[in-house]
């Protein structure tokens, strides 16, 4: 039954190898991934990916060094012609010196208007090019951003800084290049410093997604939907349950009793809600949120019960649940999940 549902959600490949997983590099999972849980708990983002690099290549010439980046795109449930590439960023994180690991977690990330404040203090900058490169020719570099980092910036510690890669990822890959992606990280600098932090461990992909599903419908319009389905479960839960009519209750959900808990980082349970009681009351209310097939329905049942069942209590309203997890590739991922929770019962 547990592997059934997980095929349903997409998430079938997962069960392999999710506790290993989640309890090998749990602790790794920088701070900012939890930014993208609230993003998705609040409907600005359906879907996000979070890669790390499959291989690093350090290279240098007289005038610049660079590394080469390589990614791996496959994920659990990865449907590249059905999904969107809203956003794709490089997450670089550069440093002077090299941080303790608990320091490296909690880094925050660059904003562009907060480079420009340091510039007045200093005259020495880094300069970082992040190029694509062309599957088909290495020797081939796309030009995806260009950043200059003043150096007083960088005094106060380690920092996450953004490059648009969007380009590289959201234009009509080959079959054969749909689950690889290499970039070239170009750094010039005038003191030729090496980079003192390990790429394989800060230089992440971050590709923000959408679906069908969220395309047609529009977060802005689940948002405002939210608010409404707070309302209407706010009025299930004060209606009398003294006949045991259709109404809202309580569902916990715990994904240790599921034996979820290995892969799933957050939340650890949630509220799903249920719809319990029944639809026989007579004459048809409008607090249980009847259709028209259901009050005749209800109607021919009640001259005579052998001819039609009464309507079934059941949920007509649902949302989305965010999910933080590592699928069994390794991945961090965000995913909103439609339809997970129920904010309003009735009769059908």
């Not at 080469?68 to 809203?86: I, M, Q, W």
């Not at 009351?281 to 249980?288: E, H, I, L, T, V």
């Not at 009464?310 to 949302?319: D, F, G, K, N």
Request: hydrophobic share 35%; aromatic share 8%.
């Amino acid at each position: 039954m547990k592997k059934m549902i997980l095929k349903q959600l997409g998430l079938e490949d997962m069960m392999d190898a999710r506790r290993a997983n989640y309890e090998a590099s749990n602790h790794e999972v920088p701070f900012y991934i939890w930014d993208f849980l609230d993003r998705a708990k609040d409907g600005e983002i359906e879907l996000v990916r979070h890669y790390m690099p499959n291989m690093v290549t350090h290279h240098s010439n007289p005038e610049t060094q660079g590394w080469f980046v390589l990614y791996n795109l496959s994920a659990t449930g990865r449907k590249p012609d059905n999904e969107l590439v809203v956003k794709a960023d490089l997450r670089l994180r550069i440093a002077k010196e090299v941080p303790s690991a608990e320091e490296y977690r909690k880094q925050e990330v660059i904003e562009d208007f907060e480079e420009d404040e340091p510039a007045l203090l200093t005259t020495s900058w880094e300069k970082y090019n992040i190029y694509e490169v062309d599957p088909e020719l290495r020797e081939v570099h796309r030009l995806m951003d260009t950043r200059f980092i003043p150096e007083d910036s960088l005094r106060r510690g380690v920092r996450w800084i953004d490059f648009d890669i969007t380009p590289a990822l959201s234009r009509r890959r080959r079959d054969n290049d749909r689950e690889l992606v290499e970039l070239y990280i170009e750094k010039v600098s005038a003191d030729r410093s090496r980079m003192t932090i390990d790429l394989r461990d800060s230089a992440a992909l971050i590709v923000q997604i959408e679906t069908p599903f969220a395309t047609s419908n529009g977060r802005s319009r689940r948002k405002r939907d939210a608010k409404k389905q707070t309302k209407k479960r706010q009025q299930h839960h004060t209606m009398s349950k003294s006949k045991d009519l259709c109404r809202l209750d309580s569902l916990w959900i715990d994904f240790k009793d599921l034996d979820w808990d290995g892969w799933i980082i957050s939340p650890s349970g949630y509220q799903a809600f249920q719809c319990r009681g029944t639809c026989t009351d007579m004459p048809p209310s409008a607090r249980q949120n009847y259709t028209n097939h259901a009050v005749m329905q209800s109607l021919i049942h009640s001259l005579n019960a052998s001819a039609v069942p009464p309507p079934c209590c059941v949920p007509t309203e649902m949302s989305a649940l965010s999910i933080l997890f590592r699928d069994s590739r390794n991945i961090t991922v965000v995913h909103s999940y439609p339809q997970m929770v129920v904010d309003a019962c009735g009769c059908h």
